[in-house]
């Protein structure tokens, strides 16, 4: 099993590499949220419609420009102050209409996540704006709980897992729509 440095790990998503990765609650995996061709293999490996779109997870709101609308004052407090479990919630927010539909699938918003989780944000913090993140696993399976069985099954795809541990939240991480407040996923 190839165990990644979080240097190793986004030197390998700035190649247009997938990689594993600790999470808030689960294992994830990121690719480099600027390249399309990365991202879109990530879709192939979990079998995954590209209209859902992706979350896409950052070190911070300034990193997120080049993607979303600005947010009020009041908007950004409550994306960064909203916890669960000690964790960022993920947010639908507007984005910008240059923001790539293999992002953003078939909506005019995009999932955001400022992570708190210190070894997603190391890894967030290396990235020019952040990394698409979903769970390890298939499409509608449940998510894989070890670097050694994400590997038995999709080693050969991915450049190895990050060290680092999932962060022990419960479940997935709660996600709201910003304008309207409607829960997405509890």
């Given at each position: 099993?190839?165990?990644?440095?979080?240097e190793?790990?986004?030197?390998?998503?700035?190649n247009?590499?997938?990689?594993a990765y600790?999470?808030?609650?689960?294992?994830?995996?990121?690719?480099?949220?600027?390249?399309?061709e990365?991202?879109?293999?990530?879709?192939?490996m979990k079998a995954?419609?590209?209209?859902k779109?992706?979350?896409?997870?950052s070190a911070?709101?300034p990193?997120?420009t080049?993607?979303?609308?600005?947010?009020?004052?009041?908007?950004?407090?409550?994306?960064?102050?909203?916890l669960r479990?000690?964790?960022?919630?993920?947010?639908i927010?507007?984005?910008v209409e240059?923001c790539?539909?293999?992002l953003?699938?078939?909506?005019s918003?995009?999932?955001?996540?400022?992570?708190?989780?210190s070894?997603a944000?190391?890894?967030?913090?290396l990235?020019?704006?952040g990394?698409?993140?979903?769970s390890?696993?298939?499409h509608?399976e449940?998510?894989?709980e070890?670097?050694?069985?994400i590997m038995e099954?999709?080693?050969?795809?991915?450049?190895g897992?990050m060290?680092?541990?999932?962060?022990?939240?419960?479940?997935?991480t709660?996600?709201?729509?910003l304008?309207?407040?409607?829960?997405i996923?509890a």
């Amino acid at each position: 099993m190839k165990l990644l440095s979080y240097e190793e790990a986004a030197a390998a998503l700035k190649n247009g590499e997938v990689i594993a990765y600790p999470t808030e609650g689960v294992y994830g995996f990121a690719a480099d949220a600027m390249n399309q061709e990365a991202v879109e293999k990530l879709l192939n490996m979990k079998a995954r419609s590209s209209s859902k779109g992706f979350i896409v997870m950052s070190a911070s709101l300034p990193q997120l420009t080049p993607l979303i609308k600005p947010l009020s004052a009041d908007e950004a407090t409550v994306v960064l102050e909203s916890l669960r479990g000690g964790f960022r919630y993920t947010w639908i927010v507007p984005c910008v209409e240059s923001c790539p539909e293999y992002l953003r699938g078939q909506f005019s918003t995009l999932a955001v996540r400022i992570t708190n989780h210190s070894d997603a944000l190391a890894l967030c913090e290396l990235m020019p704006v952040g990394v698409v993140s979903t769970s390890a696993n298939l499409h509608k399976e449940a998510p894989l709980e070890t670097p050694e069985a994400i590997m038995e099954v999709f080693g050969n795809q991915i450049a190895g897992v990050m060290q680092g541990a999932v962060g022990g939240l419960s479940s997935s991480t709660r996600i709201v729509h910003l304008k309207s407040g409607d829960i997405i996923r509890a």
